[in-house]
T-cell receptor
Framework: GAGVSQSPSNKVTEKGKDVELRCDPI?????LYWYRQSLGQGLEFLIY????????KSGLPSDRFSAERTGGSVSTLTIQRTQQEDSAVYLC?????????????FGSGTRLTVV | TQLLEQSPQFLSIQEGENLTVYCNSS?????LQWYRQEPGEGPVLLVT?????EVKKLKRLTFQFGDARKDSSLHITAAQPGDTGLYLC???????????????FGQGTILTVHP
């Protein structure tokens, strides 16, 4: 597609359940990022994939969070044993190769609510 | 401690007024970007500035990058209700920094322009 696609757009889950969030970046974009945004706030970095390099996981808040990127394209962010503080909008973005100073293209996000 | 301090956090003005949003840091950035986000959507890139002292204009919006590449400002002239939204600054650290390749976001400024 023309843009970054995220699914589901909304997810309500019970505390303690696992959830998977999906991101389909723009074709050919080698860099993929996951951020988390609380209501009306700035973005908190979670994880960054760049080509075949080892991902930068420095922003993952706990070992309940993990992400993978298969075939250099689609990425899945998994949250295990969800807690109420995990409730937020999870945003995915991608960027073309070699364009370090270029902007990100964001998806519309997945709104996660843990009840 | 926030790497990028954005101010003000909230701004409520009348149509036709001018406003300025500030983004400050003690770190030097290779580039600084400004995004605008509407409810239910991901942030959308407005501009990227890369050279110290650079000024870019986008219709009624003027963006400036500080000479030392540590701060930036967004000035809107004659604000309109359509300018309402969340404005985010984001910086990419120098290549020698551990954050190279990913953006660090400010907390955001929620702008409301009343008709």
């Amino acid at each position: 597609g023309a843009g970054v696609s995220q699914s589901p757009s909304n997810k309500v889950t019970e505390k303690g359940k696992d959830v998977e969030l999906r991101c389909d970046p723009i074709s050919g974009h080698t860099a993929l990022y996951w951020y988390r945004q609380s209501l009306g706030q700035g973005l908190e970095f979670l994880i960054y994939f760049q080509g075949n390099s080892a991902p930068d996981k420095s922003g993952l808040p706990s070992d309940r969070f993990s992400a993978e990127r298969t075939g250099g394209s689609v990425s899945t962010l998994t949250i295990q044993r969800t807690q109420q503080e995990d409730s937020a909008v999870y945003l995915c973005a991608s960027r073309p190769p070699g364009q370090i100073n270029y902007g990100y293209t964001f998806g519309s996000g997945t709104r996660l609510t843990v009840v | 401690t926030q790497l990028l301090e954005q101010s003000p956090q909230f701004l409520s003005i009348q149509e036709g007024e001018n406003l300025t949003v500030y983004c400050n840091s003690s770190s030097v950035f290779s580039s600084l970007q400004w995004y605008r986000q509407e409810p239910g959507e991901g942030p959308v890139l407005l501009v990227t500035v890369v050279t110290g002292g650079e000024v870019k204009k986008l219709k009624r919006l003027t963006f400036q990058f500080g000479d030392a590449r540590k701060d930036s400002s967004l000035h809107i002239t004659a604000a309109q209700p359509g300018d309402t939204g969340l404005y985010l600054c984001a910086g990419e650290l120098n290549a020698g920094g551990t954050s190279y390749g990913k953006l660090t976001f400010g907390q955001g400024t929620i702008l409301t322009v009343h008709p």
